[in-house]
Nanobody
Framework: QVQLVESGGGSVQSGGSLRLSCVAS????????MGWFRQAPGKEREGVAL???????NYADSVKGRFTISEDNAKNTLYLQMNSLKPEDTAMYYC?????????????????????WGQGTQVSVSS
């Protein structure tokens, strides 16, 4: 069973940066996708970024050019570097893992593609 533990959230001012981390354990599949999602109060959970096991990455339009997803396989850790943060980035951020799936699904960042979730880490950006 895959377990995911996020950390790195906090409170920053607009324009600031944070790096989220997600330590994964229990992985048995070499073909996978991992993603970052966020959920603000009263809103649906939305996809932020994903990475496929072959290195392919994709981002939501709202974070392109500001956020970077990466992984360190030696440390079993997924990262999300967030720069130029805005108040609208305020949310609970979740790490998720699932099978890589078909190549024609890699463009999307949907909750239904993931089978394991972390508990979340809060990010708050003030203006």
């Amino acid at each position: 069973q895959v377990q995911l533990v996020e950390s790195g959230g906090g409170s920053v001012q607009s324009g600031g940066s944070l790096r989220l981390s997600c330590v994964a354990s229990g992985f048995t599949d070499n073909s996978y996708r991992m993603g970052w999602f966020r959920q603000a109060p009263g809103k649906e959970r939305e996809g932020v970024a994903l990475i496929i096991s072959n290195g392919f990455t994709n981002y939501a339009d709202s974070v392109k050019g500001r956020f970077t997803i990466s992984e360190d396989n030696a440390k079993n850790t997924l990262y999300l570097q967030m720069n130029s943060l805005k108040p609208e980035d305020t949310a609970m951020y979740y790490c998720a893992a699932g099978p890589a799936g078909a190549r024609n699904t890699w463009w999307r960042i949907r909750t239904g593609d993931y089978t394991s979730w972390g508990q979340g880490t809060q990010v708050s950006v003030s203006s």
